[in-house]
């Protein structure tokens, strides 16, 4: 029977979460013609490690980052626009 500190010893594998950018972008290339080339090559690297793989919101359809040219009007987040005011 596996014990509790060899369960809590299990590795995690993710490559982007809420604090850094999209792999996509960050790792990959972006554009139109390379995106989902570039989404696919992080996806499998990433299944091919061994742990606990984490998969995070939009990570799965190879979003990318938001455009840099673009206003705080176009940010539809409540946080965002929140935190523009201050």
Known sequence: ????????????VFIENHDHARAVSRFGNDSPAWRAISAKML???EVTQTGTLYVYQGQELGMKNFPRTWGIK???????????QL
């Open 74 to 84: 176009e940010y539809r987040d409540v946080a965002s626009q929140n935190y523009w």
């Open 1 to 12: 029977m596996p014990s509790v500190l060899h369960v809590a010893k299990s590795s995690r």
């Open 43 to 45: 996806a499998v690297l």
